[in-house]
């Protein structure tokens, strides 16, 4: 996962308008992390 990546998660600017997609972004993360 590149920094902007993370960076989308971690703002709560972006977090508190996208909560679904926050959900589905970090199960892809774990799954490509694992």
Known sequence: ???AGWSAILDPRIRDGNENARR???RA???TAA
Do not use: P
Request: glycine fraction near 0%; aromatic fraction near 22%; avoid cysteine.
């Open 1 to 3: 996962m590149n920094e």
């Open 24 to 26: 589905a972004y970090w």
């Open 29 to 31: 993360i774990r799954l």
